[in-house]
């Protein structure tokens, strides 16, 4: 089987299009006012500046966890996920404060600051504040009820007022005071982190990670209590994924029943974040049982990865990747879609508000949300497909999984799902895998994967560089019929210089190494010997996934997988 090289891809986490604005370091205002127009965006910056606490230089690159324009104060949060000075002194803090070019209460006096916005919905669950609204923090951890969050905490040590940073997990949190102040109770929050020791020596120390205005009662340690400036909380971090370059791998994929047939052998490829992919192949070639082997639904041997975590690895995978099985009968039929959002997404260990309000969002998203008082069963079809969807989405999976979602549907309605599959693959930056039978279909994803039976994976690229893997890089020339004539495809097929022929009802498309001007003059010569009246012909006519799939599955031409 040949191979070829991936077309030439824009740099690793680059977005296809990015809404940027530029501002100096005096115009910081304007710049929270840009962001807190897109506050439902995910936004990230490159910031240049100084260090207020070194003087230095620093330019460096990360994503926007929090702005705050008050009358006194003016900052941006930034999670920082690169270093971009050119000669490095000494490591970053994982979360910096920018303030303008005079500000000293921040971590960055800025001169320059570029925003990106994704267009991209803000996904991130991780959370921000000042050291002065810990009790904001406090009242969040409340609220989402976390089953474990890491903490990692910024400020000064009680007893010395030394600087200090801890990270650890949260283990108790509170909003009433620690002593009261002649009958006034001021409003308090404070935090209980348990940090391991480094290597496997020491006990675990517990740390009170206090407001700034805290007066402190005498239950308190000052050793192990941290006046804190800044905190940085991640509410689900026990699911968090590991680093990892593409969203979805398999290599050398294979599963094979007790009697040793095997079912699927040696299947590779890979997707990167944000891609959809199309599986298509005809019934038996083997493209259900990839997807189930891919989330760990049927044992198989090779490497099949989702996020980075081994899908053999269920308990932890189940968390990344959504399943949309082509029958629709697992949803509650008497339930609402909303309430079919719920009922499932609990197995998530998901609050029962963050449900309500992800599932509205979603079922507004897919044009049913006035159809949420209505049972399942009495939504139409596309409705119930449309509904299936948002339930797999509840969690918000970085990959969703899809089974034929448009059997069943008329062209039309195919078409809008598409649509909507598309929005939310752009909208969510979800990673799309859909098996289907329309090979036409795969013409809305960036990549394609063909399956025959008994043969396995056969092809594997985009469909633009698939196509071009024909005779005269994917163009033909057409011919139209006046009417469908049974003589008309052994006619052409013994033309000199022809290597085959395909047909759908009157139109024929003709493929060959040679000029196609030759060709088609040959062809029409042919055509009029055997008086067989053409409407059309045309020089360059375009292929599509259609005549690709004819052409491989009747192996007409050979299989290309990209690298």
């Not at 504040?129 to 903490?151: F, N, T």
């Amino acid at each position: 089987m040949e191979r070829i090289d991936a077309e030439p891809s824009r740099p690793e986490g680059v977005p296809p299009f990015v809404e940027e604005g530029y501002f100096s370091g005096a115009r910081l205002g304007d710049a929270i006012d840009w962001c807190l127009a897109r506050n439902d965006r995910e936004l990230h910056c490159d910031v240049q500046g100084v260090l207020t606490s070194t003087g230095r230089e620093v330019r460096f690159k990360g994503r926007i966890l929090r702005v705050k324009k008050g009358v006194l104060t003016r900052r941006i949060a930034v999670y920082v996920q690169e270093d971009l000075r050119r000669t490095r002194r000494g490591d970053l803090e994982m979360v910096l404060t920018v303030g303008g070019e005079s500000a000293s209460q921040e971590d960055v006096a800025a001169t320059e600051i570029t925003l990106q916005n994704y267009l991209k919905r803000n996904l991130s669950e991780d959370l921000y504040y000042d050291g002065g609204d810990l009790q904001q923090a406090v009242k969040e951890l409340v609220r989402i009820r976390s089953e474990q969050s890491i903490c990692t905490v910024w400020g000064k040590r009680a007893s010395d007022k030394l600087p200090i940073m801890i990270t650890g997990t949260v283990i108790g949190f509170s909003t009433e005071a620690l002593q009261p102040q002649r009958g006034t109770i001021l409003p308090e929050g404070f935090l209980e982190v348990r940090v391991e020791p480094e290597g496997v020596v020491g006990d675990p120390k517990i740390y009170l990670v206090a407001q700034p205005q805290l007066l402190l009662g005498p239950r308190s340690n000052p050793n192990l209590t941290i006046i804190a400036d800044k905190v940085y909380i991640q509410p689900y971090a026990w699911k968090e994924a590991p680093a990892y370059r593409d969203v979805l791998e398999t290599r050398n994929l294979t599963v094979k029943l007790k009697s040793g047939q095997k079912l699927i052998e040696n299947v590779t490829f890979s997707v990167q974040e944000g891609e959809m992919l199309a599986i298509i192949g005809e019934s038996g070639a083997g493209k259900s049982t990839t997807v189930k082997a891919l989330i760990g639904d049927i044992p198989s041997t090779g490497v099949a990865r989702i996020a980075g975590i081994d899908s053999r690895q269920t308990t932890k995978v189940r968390h990344f990747f959504g399943y949309c099985p082509q029958d629709l009968s697992f949803m509650y039929e008497t339930f609402t879609p909303l309430e079919n959002i719920i009922a499932f997404g609990k197995q998530y260990d998901i609050p029962e508000w963050q449900l309500i309000q992800r599932g509205k969002a979603l079922l507004r998203d897919f044009g049913i949300l006035e159809k949420g008082n209505n049972a399942t069963k009495e939504l139409s079809g596309g409705e119930q497909r449309r509904t299936s969807i948002s339930v797999a989405m509840a969690h918000m999976p970085k990959v969703l999984l899809m089974d034929e979602p448009t059997s069943g549907l008329d062209p039309d309605n195919r078409t809008e799902l598409w649509q909507y599959l598309n929005y939310i693959n752009q909208e969510y930056g979800t990673s799309i895998i859909v098996i289907t039978h329309y090979p036409i279909e795969s013409e809305f994803c960036d990549k394609v994967a063909v399956f025959m039976r008994g043969k396995s994976l056969v092809s594997y690229g985009t469909p633009q560089r698939l196509k071009e893997s024909m005779p005269n890089s994917g163009f033909a020339v057409g011919v139209v019929l006046e009417e469908v004539d049974p003589r008309a495809r052994t006619t052409l097929e013994g033309v000199k210089g022809v290597r085959f022929v395909l047909q759908r009802g009157e139109l024929l498309k003709v493929y060959t190494d040679e000029a196609l001007e030759v060709i088609a003059e040959r062809c029409v010569t042919a055509l009029r010997e055997k008086e067989i009246p053409v409407k059309i012909v045309k020089t360059k006519a375009l292929s599509d996934m259609v005549d690709y799939y004819i052409a491989i599955t009747r192996g007409l031409i050979q299989g290309s997988l990209e690298k």
